[in-house]
Nanobody
Framework: QVQLVESGGGLVQAGGSLRMSCSTS????????MGWFRQAPGKDREFVAF????????DYADSVKGRSAISRDNAKNTVYLQMNSLKPEDTAVYYC???????????????WGRGTQVTVSS
C-alpha cells in the first residue's frame, strides 16, 4: 500500500507561484508514474500533469502548459508541481496519484493522496 501526502498549497495572489510536494511511503517510488490532478468546487476532477518513473516523460494539461513544471526526486520519494503565473481559475484542491501501469493509455491510478488546497485571489 502506497501512502501519498500533498503539501505546499495555500493562498496566493494572481500572478504568483506555488510549489507543491507529494511525499510517498509504503512502496517503491521509482516503480510508479506520478500524476497531479485538481478539483474545483462544483467541477469534476481533472488531470494537471504526469511524470514517468524515471522522469523521462512528462505531460501537461493544456490549461497549465507553459506555466507549470512537474518533477520528481526518487531519492526523496517525492514528486513536485511548480505552478507559475497562477490564475483564479487555478483555485482547486490538488491531488497527487501513483500508477504502476503508467505506460497504458488511458492511465489508471492506483493510489491517491488527500489533497492540498490552492486558492488564487484576483
Amino acid at each position: 500500500q502506497v501512502q501519498l501526502v500533498e503539501s505546499g498549497g495555500g493562498l496566493v495572489q494572481a500572478g504568483g507561484s506555488l510549489r507543491m510536494s507529494c511525499s510517498t511511503s509504503g512502496g517503491t517510488f521509482s516503480d510508479y508514474g506520478m500524476g497531479w490532478f485538481r478539483q474545483a468546487p462544483g467541477k469534476d476532477r481533472e488531470f494537471v500533469a504526469f511524470i514517468s518513473p524515471r522522469g523521462g516523460e512528462v505531460d501537461y494539461a493544456d490549461s497549465v502548459k507553459g506555466r507549470s513544471a512537474i518533477s520528481r526526486d526518487n531519492a526523496k520519494n517525492t514528486v513536485y508541481l511548480q505552478m507559475n503565473s497562477l490564475k483564479p481559475e487555478d483555485t482547486a484542491v490538488y491531488y497527487c496519484a501513483a500508477t504502476a501501469r503508467w505506460y497504458l493509455s488511458p492511465r489508471s491510478y492506483d493510489y491517491w493522496g488527500r489533497g492540498t488546497q490552492v486558492t488564487v485571489s484576483s
